[in-house]
Structure formats: C-alpha cells, structure tokens
C-alpha cells in the first residue's frame, strides 16, 4: 500500500466505495426481507407474473403465467440473484477498502467485485424488473404490483456506481 496519494483522491475513492457497500447493505436488506416475510414479496413475483391486476388487454394476456411452481421458481431465482449481489458487493467492499491507498494495478484490480455488484444489481433491477417485469409482463398497469419506481432508483445509483468506480 502506497499512502501518498492526495487527500482528493482518497476522497473521490470513498465515493464509489459507499455506493457498493450501500448496495452490499442494500441487498442485506432485501434479502433479509425476503426470507423473513416470504409471502409477502412472492406475491409481487405472483401477481406480476399472472397479470392479474394489468388492463387485461386479451392481445396481451397469453404473456402470463399463472403456475404457481413457475411462480416460486422466479421467486427463488430473484432471492437468489439478491444473495449474489450482497455476497458480491461484500467481497467488493473489503477489496476496495484494504486497497483504498493503493496505486496503479492493484486499486484497478480491486474494483473486479464493485463492477460485479453494480453488473448483477442492473440484472435484476433493469434487466428482470424493468424489461421482464413492466415490460413484458406489463406490470406498470398496476397499481399496487409495480416495482418501477423503486427499481429506477437503484438502477440510477447502479449505473452511477459504475460509472464512478470507472473514474477513480
């Protein structure tokens, strides 16, 4: 470890540090959630996936899918994609801290697991609720059943993540 670097660049290194611990702490969080309270948060997996609360639209409507073994197994797949941006975004946070001073190769090849987190944290918040969820599903009909809102945040923080990471 090399302790010569500006104060500045120490700083601007914090920043995407606490954006994949958040996210680490973030996936904890919902996880946690999930196990916890898994009825509650199977139900969003149930009625997005059976459009059941959606315009109905009959030119639409042979999108859902209405098994309940399906419905698990989307449900289970999503807890375990979360488990994977947590466990990720842990590894990612200790490689970033214990290589916040360094130089050159080693503070780039420590930003591996941060890239990863913000990657599989974009799968599931864009890619599986935005495109497969809103999208095809067409879950932004719903009132009730509609997970865009809180998905654009994380995936603006996601992609800033990225981004900042790159940078510094």
Do not use: C
Request: proline letters at 2%; glycine letters at 6%; charged letters at 10%.
């Amino acid at each position: 470890m090399d302790s010569s670097l500006p104060a500045a660049e120490i700083a601007f290194r914090l920043i995407p540090l606490l954006l994949v611990a958040g996210t680490a702490a973030m996936g904890v969080l919902i996880v946690f959630n999930n196990v916890t309270a898994p009825q509650s948060n199977f139900q969003f997996v149930q009625h997005v996936m059976s459009m059941d609360t959606t315009f109905q639209d009959k030119r639409l409507m042979w999108r859902a899918i209405n098994s309940p073994a399906l419905h698990w197994v989307a449900y289970v797949t999503l807890v375990l994609s979360e488990i994977a941006v947590t466990v990720l975004g842990t590894i990612g946070t200790y490689y970033l801290a214990i290589n916040l001073n360094s130089t050159g190769e080693a503070w780039e090849s420590a930003k591996l697991f941060g890239y990863l987190t913000f990657f599989a944290a974009l799968t599931i918040w864009f890619f599986i609720f935005q495109v497969i969820g809103a999208e095809w599903f067409e879950s932004w009909q719903s009132e009730k059943w509609n997970g865009i809102r809180d998905s654009i945040r994380i995936n603006l923080i996601s992609v800033a993540g990225a981004i900042l990471l790159r940078l510094a």
